[in-house]
């Protein structure tokens, strides 16, 4: 049997023009502000924490510092991602993100882990705890978390989201030890202040693991979770003048840059309109389930396809 004639049709390269984008050095210059807020609520919650002998003030600072490191691990990755793709590097360095998020990921069980650890003691013999003190700090550092958290709000990058955990975990916990403090301040409770402590490290360990579960998925290049390829191939059979489609493979570059291969078989009549067959392909997967990288290669039924 002859063998089938074929046309690799490669889709503009949108990697560079995304890194490019604008968006991304007004993520880096948010997660710069939010570096910066978080490293003094930082400095006021150790402070406050060793001052009062609170757990959950310096359970909440511990997870501060971990906020620290996850925003200038996400900012330094939103920076190489900005960087164009190379001869060394052809999708670029996107993937940064996936491995942020992940570190990100990790450090929060290593956080959650000690915290549960710390409490379980406390909450065997809880020690007295200034609550004023401890209200003060845990309020300064609520209004730090909040702004820290709307500033970086909204984007899709895994990486960002990760960090925006951290964050939206610490803006909880730092509600969790103001309640605390006024238990504390009002009926002398010094056992909430443990608990509360707990209670923060399951909120970072959740918050852990659908991270941690999201970046493997990226890394073992599974089907994005909004995609079906089952639902791809018949959309794509639904096309005009398509006979068959196979070897498709769908995957993410990172968290917000997914690619696309196929092959892609006209019948007789539509081999001549395979340019504009490829247009109306390539503008369906971008526009409906943002596939902005594809790779479609065009087989003729009539030059011999094997359909087996």
């Known amino acids: 049997m002859a063998k089938a004639q074929e046309t690799v049709l490669q889709s503009p390269n949108v990697v560079a023009a995304h890194s490019q984008d604008e968006s991304e050095l007004k993520?880096?210059?948010?997660?710069?502000?939010?570096?910066?807020?978080?490293?003094?609520?930082?400095?006021?919650?150790?402070?406050?924490?060793?001052?009062?002998?609170?757990?959950?003030?310096?359970?909440?600072?511990?997870?501060?510092?971990l906020d620290i490191?996850?925003?200038?691990?996400?900012?330094?990755?939103?920076r190489l991602a900005m960087r164009p793709a190379t001869d060394?590097?052809?999708?670029?360095?996107?993937?940064?993100?996936?491995?942020?998020?992940?570190?990100?990921?990790?450090?929060?069980?290593?956080?959650?882990?000690?915290?549960?650890?710390?409490?379980?003691?406390?909450?065997?013999?809880?020690?007295?705890v200034q609550g004023t003190l401890m209200l003060v700090?845990?309020?300064?550092?609520?209004?730090?978390?909040?702004?820290?958290?709307?500033?970086?709000?909204?984007?899709q990058s895994l990486n960002v989201r990760s960090a925006y955990l951290h964050v939206i975990g610490d803006a909880v916990s730092s509600v969790a030890v103001v309640v605390g403090g006024v238990m504390i301040q009002l009926a002398g409770v010094y056992w909430i202040d443990p608990v509360l402590s707990f209670l923060i490290g399951v909120v970072i360990a959740v918050g852990a693991v659908r991270i941690l579960i999201e970046s493997a998925n990226i890394?073992?290049?599974?089907?994005?979770?909004?995609?079906?390829?089952?639902?791809?191939?018949?959309?794509?059979?639904?096309?005009?003048?398509?006979?068959?489609?196979?070897?498709?493979?769908?995957?993410?570059?990172?968290s917000n840059l997914h690619a696309l291969s196929v092959h892609i078989v006209l019948?007789?009549?539509?081999?001549?309109?395979?340019?504009?067959?490829?247009?109306?392909?390539?503008?369906?997967?971008?526009?409906?389930?943002?596939?902005?990288h594809t790779t479609i290669q065009m087989e003729c039924e009539y030059c011999g396809y094997d359909n087996a």
């Open 27 to 65: 993520i880096s210059q948010s997660l710069l502000l939010a570096i910066v807020l978080s490293t003094v609520t930082l400095v006021l919650e150790v402070a406050g924490g060793i001052i009062s002998n609170s757990l959950a003030l310096l359970s909440d600072s511990g997870h501060v510092f």
């Open 69 to 78: 490191f996850a925003l200038g691990l996400s900012y330094y990755a939103v």
């Open 88 to 128: 060394d590097a052809t999708y670029g360095l996107h993937r940064a993100e996936v491995l942020a998020s992940l570190i990100n990921g990790l450090s929060l069980v290593v956080v959650s882990s000690l915290i549960f650890l710390f409490a379980y003691g406390r909450i065997l013999n809880p020690p007295a």
């Open 137 to 155: 700090i845990a309020v300064i550092g609520l209004a730090a978390n909040l702004f820290v958290a709307y500033k970086i709000r909204g984007y």
């Open 219 to 254: 890394l073992l290049e599974k089907v994005p979770r909004h995609l079906a390829p089952e639902r791809l191939v018949k959309e794509l059979k639904g096309v005009g003048g398509v006979k068959e489609v196979h070897d498709l493979h769908v995957w993410s570059i990172c």
């Open 267 to 292: 019948d007789e009549q539509a081999d001549k309109f395979r340019e504009s067959i490829l247009k109306k392909i390539t503008e369906h997967l971008k526009i409906k389930h943002g596939i902005e």
